[in-house]
């Protein structure tokens, strides 16, 4: 998840994250099969704010390495 | 009539404190919940003939044991049993919001859903089939509007028909796949074979909390040595297994179950009429998160804040201050002079006026605190923030903590403290607990107000500000010490909701600032007026010794006899009964009132021209103007009051060093002469343990220690200005002191409370030793740079 783009869609295929984080993750609804849009990022380019299940929420880059998603749609801007 | 208790849940965000003042009003209160420092807020509602008490339970997304909110929660409705449990769900965020329900599903408790903004939900045209959500879910879904108060009455009716019933716990049963449904079959029967568990919970429940590794659960199952024994392998084997083919954890199949749950009953119940259309929200985002302007518009916004609640609360803290100067003098007239008096005056008023004057700037703080989480900013603030706080090794979250301590200026490290709660990391929440007193809380702001007025008045709020920065850049540091040395360990994870922009309610607002300012007040009515009451013990006993006295009543006598033998003065005051009788005409007293001398019922003609002509020459009028013998007489009385009040003042002095406080500021004094402070600075130091606005009274008293009727030793910051141990340098130092040293003891006891008393003890001397040698670095370093002169 890292990597994608602003505005840009995908679905969610795997999270490795475990332990707490895991959970705080998927309780937020970050599960398989979940489509996510990312709507942007802070000044510092991090935390990254994205758009699921109808409400933003935020991660840190190192939180969304361990989201996989399979890209659905091409960001209007590259980051 | 049977009492009817229910609870209140859902997540953060979800409206849930706008149903509650909703439906309680202002019949509510607030407590702690047992043991904890989570608060809990108890409201009553009276519904056809039944009252309702209602309970509102930390707001939490989960309900596991990983924070405290959760469990604080989860133990209530165990423990408890209410006869309802209400979980407020918003409507625009669907999935989200029933992944908290599912798991009160899980649990088995009378649930109803309060389909909570649907007017939200409408806007931004999203249809719900909420009675299709409630047949699939089998629980009785009330669409609500909190703010409008819309279907409110029908919940409540809900309320009395589900509690109609034996209040039996149903748990559901939910499927995780065939690998945990096994596993969890297996637990079971163990659990039903072995017996020794906790009655209270289901065997299902803690089978399935269990196989989610959730902490407290497995304490309370390996209580039975029998059953750990049996259970163990099978969570081992189920987890192996879950690693082997899908290569995750228990806990995360599970969540993915109930989520797989959740979408397959949104998909049937959830219309959206337009695909992901850019909401309002999402609009000002684009603004107000944006990279370049963002966090131009939060400085902007912060100073705002700032500027207003400072401003804002001048006249009504004026006003304040005018009413307890004024209590003052009518108890002076009431209470003879003594210790009683100054019981009252220096002890009770000082305290107590002190902190309720700052009541207004309080309200105003709170208040826009208020908005911005209400309006939904703080997380924003965070969210921009996290980058640069996370370096210090703190959280995104860390900043509301800071804030409401007075990282805007003029909070306070109480509700600070109290705010690190939304932290979940242990070392995160201690590190911040611990710089959170450095910020310049509402009781310090005075105390520089009053320094910076002395020293440094050409640029007021540059200096605030630049002390605002200050307390910052300390505060921040302090973290990143303790982050890498006591506190070391990992980051806790930022996912957090940014909850879409609202216009909070008047009436939200109101109960929550007045809720925390009332907070304040019972701080300072009880424990600070105990504190004062002390401290002016501390500050008063036990004074001059009778030798000591006898010697200043003497002094005094002998200038007394001098003047009135003196020759300058002409026989207008012949004895002391006449010059008791002077002093009094010029303190403006009614003579009639203090009924000593009858005979002398108004004053003679002589007596009131020798009045004017001192008059004349404390206003600095030419002496050449003014008759004899009265100019004589006046040059000789306005000498003959100095005198007196020198031997006043220096017995005073000799007094308080005398006191417990004064001889451990004087004992103190071989550490602080290296920073540049004398006893009766330290005394005021001692006396900010008790609470920081009493470093400002305790100064004034410790300078003010000749102060007189007639004496003319001006206000405080002129008399720092005038004494010659202090400078633009020492008042500096003292305003870094002031702002780093020991936090007062109600923070230290929140800080315990939050924490443990090792963490408060170690705030105390942390704070301590780094104030000290900021202090000493910035006194030395000015000396050498000749600051320490003018």
């Known amino acids: 998840m890292r990597k994608m783009a602003k505005n840009q869609k995908g679905i ?6 475990k332990g707490e984080m895991g959970r705080r993750i998927r309780e937020m609804g970050l599960v398989p099969n979940t489509p996510v849009k990312v709507k942007g990022r802070a000044p510092l380019k991090d935390p990254v704010a994205i758009w699921v299940r109808d409400f933003t929420l935020t991660l840190r880059n190192n939180e969304a390495d361990e989201i996989l998603v399979e890209i659905e749609e091409p960001g209007e801007e590259t980051v | 009539l049977k009492k009817i208790i229910i609870a209140l849940s859902g997540n953060p965000n979800c409206g849930k404190t706008t149903v509650f003042n909703a439906l309680t009003g202002a019949r509510q209160h607030i407590a702690n919940y047992p043991g904890v420092t989570v608060e809990k807020k108890v409201g009553k509602v009276q519904h056809k003939g039944h009252e309702i008490e209602v309970v509102d339970l930390p707001g939490t997304y989960s309900l596991t044991a990983y924070s405290l909110e959760e469990i604080v929660a989860r133990d209530f409705l165990v423990n408890e049993r209410p006869n ?47 009675e299709l959500l409630g047949t699939l879910l089998d629980v009785p879904v009330v669409p609500t509007v909190a703010r409008t108060k819309r279907g409110l009455n029908d919940l409540l009716d809900k309320v009395l028909e589900v509690s109609r019933g034996p209040n039996d716990w149903e748990p559901s049963v939910i499927s995780y796949g065939s690998d945990i449904d096994e596993g969890l079959d297996e637990i079971v029967a163990v659990l039903e074979r072995v017996g020794g568990y906790d009655r209270k919970y289901d065997p299902r429940w803690l089978a399935l909390k269990y196989l989610e590794s959730d902490r407290q659960i497995m304490e309370i199952l390996y209580r039975a040595s029998q059953i750990r024994s049996q259970i163990e392998p099978i969570r081992a084997r189920v987890a192996k297994h879950i690693q082997g083919t899908l290569e995750e954890e228990p806990e995360g199949i599970v969540a993915d179950h109930r989520y797989g749950l959740i979408t397959g009953i949104t998909k049937k119940t959830v219309k959206h ?11 000002v985002d684009r603004l107000l998160t944006n990279r370049v302007l963002g966090p131009a518009i939060m400085l902007f916004i912060l100073y705002g804040i700032f500027e207003i609640t400072f401003r804002g609360s001048e006249i009504p803290v004026a006003w304040l201050e005018k009413l307890f100067e004024w209590a003052k003098g009518a108890l002076t007239l009431f209470i003879p002079e003594g210790y009683l008096q100054s019981l009252f005056v220096s002890g009770i008023i000082d305290g107590v006026g002190g902190v309720l004057g700052f009541v207004p700037l309080i309200m105003m703080m709170f208040f826009f605190i208020a908005i911005m989480e ?28 800071l804030l409401i301590s007075g990282g805007i200026s003029g909070g306070c490290a109480v509700p600070g403290v109290m705010a690190t709660r939304t932290l979940r990391d242990p070392k995160e929440r201690i590190a911040t607990l611990l710089v959170v007193p450095f910020m310049n809380c509402g009781a310090k702001l005075p105390v520089f107000g009053m320094l910076i007025a002395a020293f440094f008045s050409r640029n007021r709020a540059g200096m605030l500000f630049f002390l605002t920065l200050l307390s910052w850049t300390f505060a921040l540091l302090a973290a990143k010490f303790l982050r890498s040395t006591v506190l070391r360990g990992e980051k806790t994870p930022f996912v957090m909701e940014l909850p879409p922009y609202r216009i909070p309610t008047l009436r939200g607002l109101l109960i929550h600032t007045c809720e925390r300012t009332w907070q304040y007040v019972k701080k300072a009515g009880t424990v600070i007026l105990a504190f004062s009451v002390i401290l002016w013990a501390v500050m008063t006993f036990p004074g001059l010794s009778e030798e000591r006295r006898g010697y200043y009543e003497a002094q005094r006598a002998q200038i007394r006899s001098d003047f009135i033998a003196s020759p300058a003065q002409n026989d207008l005051i012949q004895n002391e009964e006449e010059l008791l009788y002077f002093h009094r005409i010029r303190s403006n007293r009614a003579p009639s009132l203090e009924g000593s001398a009858p005979h002398m019922a108004s004053p003679s003609k002589a007596m009131v021209k020798l009045s004017e002509a001192v008059d004349a020459l404390e206003n600095g009028e030419r002496a050449e103007g003014i008759k004899e013998p009265f100019r004589n007489a006046a040059e000789a009385y306005i000498v003959f009051r100095e005198a007196e009040a020198d031997v006043n003042r220096r017995e005073k002095a000799e007094a308080l060093r005398e006191t417990l406080a004064g001889r451990l500021g004087v004992f103190l004094e071989k550490v602080t002469g290296s920073i540049g402070f004398d006893y009766r600075t330290n005394i005021a130091l001692i006396g900010g343990f008790a609470a920081k606005e009493i470093v400002l009274s305790t100064l004034g008293t410790a300078f003010s220690l000749g102060d007189i009727p007639g004496d003319d030793g001006g206000s405080l910051p002129k008399r720092l200005r005038n004494d010659p141990g202090w400078n633009p340098l020492v008042a500096f130092t003292f305003i870094v002191f002031v702002m780093l040293y020991v936090p ?18 170690f705030s105390i001397l942390f704070n301590l030793v780094v104030a000290y040698t900021i202090s000493f670095v910035i006194y030395r370093i000015g000396s050498l740079l000749g600051f320490g002169s003018s």
Request: with cysteine; aromatic share 8%; proline share 1%.
């Open chain 2, 273 to 283: 009429k337009i695909e992901s259309r850019l909401n309002v929200s999402d609009k």
């Open chain 2, 374 to 401: 209400d309006v939904g900013y703080m997380a924003r603030v965070a969210y921009m923030l996290d980058r640069v706080l996370r370096w210090f090794g703190l959280h995104g979250n860390s900043v509301m903590a």
């Open chain 1, 12 to 17: 969610i295929k795997r999270v490795s994250a």
């Open chain 2, 84 to 130: 309802a449990v209400i979980d407020i769900v918003d409507a625009s965020n669907l999935d989200r919001n029933l992944y908290l329900a599912v798991q009160f599903k899980e649990l088995g408790v009378p649930l109803i859903i309060a389909l909570n903004m649907m007017d939200v939900a409408a806007s931004r045209d999203i249809v719900i089939d909420h």
């Open chain 2, 744 to 761: 007062c003891f109600v923070t230290v006891i929140s800080i315990s409370k939050e924490s443990s008393w090792r963490w408060a003890l």
